[in-house]
């Protein structure tokens, strides 16, 4: 079992940034690919950005190409997702999942609490 912990969310301005962290208990971290999603009132949940095992691999929605990134510390069991240049329409909670590493593609199998990023205008 695999639990995430998010933190860093909170309240920016427009063109303002933030940093995201995930923290997972366990000792499987190093074969978890990692992802955050979000979710905006009234829309369905997108992901955001992933990550491969070894960070080699990271893939982004276009929205958040050349703002967010998305890294990670295997050593610290940690994902952080850095996001730059943040727009009212980042505004959402941000959830960090994990599955294993195993393909490309795949259902992401744990997932945390959720952390609030609001973005003011």
């Given at each position: 079992q695999v639990q995430l912990v998010e933190s860093g969310g909170g309240l920016?301005?427009?063109?303002?940034?933030?940093r995201l962290s995930c923290t997972a208990s366990g000792p499987t971290f190093s074969r978890l690919r990692m992802a955050w999603f979000r979710q905006a009132p009234g829309k369905e949940r997108e992901s955001v950005a992933a990550i491969?095992?070894?960070g080699g691999d990271t893939k982004y929605v276009d929205s958040v190409k050349g703002r967010f990134s998305i890294s990670r510390v295997n050593a610290k069991?940690?994902?952080y997702l850095r996001m730059n240049s943040l727009k009212p329409e980042d505004t959402a909670v941000y959830y960090c999942a994990?599955?294993?590493?195993?393909s490309a593609v795949g259902t992401y199998d744990y997932w945390g609490q959720g952390?609030?990023?609001t973005v003011s205008s």
């Open positions: 920016v301005q427009a063109g303002g940034s933030l491969s095992w070894s069991n940690t994902v994990a599955r294993l590493d195993t952390t609030q990023v």
